[in-house]
């Protein structure tokens, strides 16, 4: 597992969940980590868990929307590590971005668009231009289903989401003559980490496979976009939901139910 073996890696919103899986998997595959999260203990306890396994990794307390805070994570990974070749945009708000939009007032939607949207952009921007100097790089964004279709109650979220894929397309024809891939991941139903087996079971129903993903499900694929094998790919992104953004009706409500299934 040396996929990414003497690359130095950001990972934004890394101290749990989906970010976690990738910190820990790109650190098993090779890579030195910066994991940065806005919350430090998050941030330290995936640190410990990278360096116990044998890996390298620092922590980086980031707000993302602030420019002078990301200019300043850049700066730490080179710092750190001597180089920057990979930044994986996963911070965000998602949790605390629901709302109907008849209750959410600009403040809202404005804070929505700075974790999501902005954040990505400027981490992005940042990471280029280092990168740009030093013989490319990747850039890694996380979308979402709601970019392209719609969340009920998650205008502002779906808006900001639609933003990064639309923003992820751009980028990599501004930065391709300069060695630099974007390319992006859509995750689907993935479970946070310490989820219920009943909560997995409810968001299974509406996947075709079958199963609520969980947070190393995105890893693998990351792993892939960050390295040299995905070196023709820039502009696209990947969705990794287990097929539900194929499907034009859910499982529940399906013309030819899998109960119907021939038994093989």
């Known amino acids: 597992m040396s996929r990414l073996a003497g690359k130095v890696a950001v990972i934004t919103g890394s101290g749990r969940n989906i970010g976690r899986a990738i910190a820990v998997r790109y650190a098993q595959e090779g890579a030195k980590v910066v994991v940065c999260d806005i919350v430090a203990e998050n941030a330290d306890g995936v640190v410990e868990e990278i360096k116990a396994a044998g890996g390298e990794a620092v922590a980086d307390y980031t707000d993302v929307s602030q420019p002078e805070q990301v200019d300043a994570l850049v700066a730490h990974a080179v710092e750190a590590f001597g180089g920057l070749h990979v930044m994986v945009n996963n911070g965000g708000a998602v949790r605390d971005a629901v709302k109907h939009v008849f209750d959410a007032d600009i403040a809202f939607f404005d804070r ?5 949207l902005r954040g990505h952009y400027l981490c992005s921007v940042a990471a280029a231009r280092h990168m740009a100097k030093s013989g490319g790089g990747v850039i890694i964004t996380t ?3 709601g970019a392209t279709r719609a969340h009920r109650g998650m205008t502002a979220y779906d808006a900001s989401k639609g933003g990064i894929e639309a923003l992820t397309r751009a980028l990599a024809l501004d ?3 300069y060695g630099i891939r974007v390319v992006g991941l859509v995750p689907g139903f993935i479970a946070p980490d310490g989820s219920t087996e009943q909560d997995k ?3 299974a129903a509406t996947v075709p496979l079958q199963r609520a993903g969980v947070s190393e499900d995105m890893a693998g694929p990351a792993v892939f976009l960050a390295s040299d094998d995905a070196a023709y790919v820039t502009g696209s992104l990947i969705p990794v939901d287990g097929g539900v953004l194929v499907q034009q009706r859910s499982p529940e409500v ?6 119907g299934f021939p038994t093989v």
Request: no cysteine.
């Open 112 to 116: 929505v668009i700075a974790n999501n």
């Open 143 to 145: 979308s979402s289903g």
């Open 175 to 177: 930065l391709a003559p």
């Open 201 to 203: 079971s409810k968001n």
């Open 254 to 259: 399906e013309t030819f139910p899998v109960e």
